[in-house]
């Protein structure tokens, strides 16, 4: 899963860039959005009309539909699982379901076998539905911003992955943490990246440039270009050696 509970940091372009860069190197990816939000699903499909992971994960009473009628191909080896609002009411249901943190796990077990990799983007909150990402993942990239209030907000946010942790997910892994919107020539943001670098937290070697083409990219849906599109590379390299150590 792409997480971390501050809004901002680029949970959603890092879940669009690393899907397709993975998919560059031939792995099959399922792309979840699974915020309210749906910026994931207005970026890549262009709306949010139809069925959607709100019919998937149901409220109050269990989903409608399998998560496989949902499914959209957006990318050759790239599929999402779109969101919408609807998932916002959804959550008040969800927590009086019994098992609740288990629910998004039950319905990806329904598809798991025909992807080498599912990427979950999540809203920035402590929500039921970001709960059901941390028990259904194996593993956390977590984006943030080289700057002192955004470090402070991912360790608050390691903090609770912790517990998640504990008592949900006993082998959710933090894989790393990933700088986004970096400039090398900014004092801050060589100060807080060596402050991350002291933390203790695993990090990424791959940093992600500031740059305007990137939002753009990102709100059109379309994968970063040129150099940007060479980090997110990099990034997927380090990310296939993780999984490669899991088999």
């Known amino acids: 899963m792409i997480a971390n509970q501050k809004g901002g940091t680029g949970k959603t372009t890092t879940t669009l860039n690393l899907g397709s860069q993975l998919t560059q190197a031939g792995l099959r990816v399922l792309l979840v959005d699974l915020d309210p939000q749906s910026s994931l699903t207005l970026a890549t499909a262009g709306d949010c009309s139809g069925e959607s992971m709100a019919e998937v994960l149901g409220g109050a009473q269990a989903g409608s539909i399998q998560l496989s009628k949902i499914i959209r191909p957006i990318g050759n080896l790239l599929d999402l699982a779109p969101a919408d609002i609807a998932m916002s009411s959804n959550e008040a249901g969800l927590i009086g379901r019994p098992l609740r943190e288990l629910i998004l796990q039950k319905a990806l077990a329904t598809v798991s076998k025909n992807y080498d990799v599912c990427l979950i983007d999540c809203s920035p909150s402590l929500s039921v539905l970001f709960v059901n990402a941390l028990t259904a993942s194996h593993a956390v990239i977590a984006p943030t911003l080289p700057a002192a209030l955004d470090l ?12 998640t942790k504990a008592d949900l997910n006993p082998s959710l892994e933090l894989i790393g943490v990933i700088v986004c919107q970096f400039d090398p020539r900014l004092n801050l943001h060589n100060a807080a990246l060596e402050d991350l670098k002291a933390s203790g937290l695993p990090i990424f070697k791959t940093t992600i440039s500031k740059s305007v083409k990137m939002a753009s990219s990102a709100g059109s849906g379309r994968a970063a270009q040129g150099p940007l599109a060479e980090q997110y590379k990099q990034l997927s390299k380090e990310v296939i050696k993780w999984l490669k150590k899991q088999k």
């Open 152 to 163: 402070r907000g991912l360790r608050l946010f390691v903090e609770s992955l912790e517990l």
